[in-house]
């Protein structure tokens, strides 16, 4: 399924608090909403949202839908995740009710798999898309060891990390 077929427009959403990754390794709040608003200016289909900023934390996607939903009865919302993300899709707050009201498309991640409790789920939608070789962890990982992120970020991102010295 390609994904430009499915959403009129994208959300990134930008979460303060994961409840299932570890909150040091990560740069401020508003540091990482405003890379991912940089990242995506010049793409009218695509809008960094602070949303969450303003609910409970730690953040829970269900709490986020219902949010949502609520704020836009107009809209339909869907998840876009990675690969690796499904599989541990199980562990997250509500995950059944998540699945039953919205659906996933969900992109190939290197060394991921789609868990034999969601293959062939009607609303589970695998992305055809290339897989690559990049994640957010290696970037912060490429900063902290002085090595070029160029090509792998935004150059406004990259230049924002640089300026602000984050993950070094």
Known sequence: MAISRVFNRVWLVVSPQNPLKPARSLAPDFARFDMVRAAVLD???LEAKDTEFAL???SFT????AH???KEPGHRFSLILGQDNLENF???KNHEAILAEHHLY???RPGASTPEV???????HLVEAPMLEISATMVRQRVAAGQPIRYLVHPEVEAYIDSRKLYT
């Open 106 to 108: 969900v992109y190939p």
């Open 68 to 70: 949502l939903r609520n």
């Open 56 to 58: 409970p934390k730690p």
């Open 43 to 45: 793409n009218p289909l």
């Open 118 to 124: 969601f293959a062939g789920h009607p609303h589970i």
């Open 62 to 65: 269900a709490v986020t839908l």
């Open 90 to 92: 199980t562990r997250w």
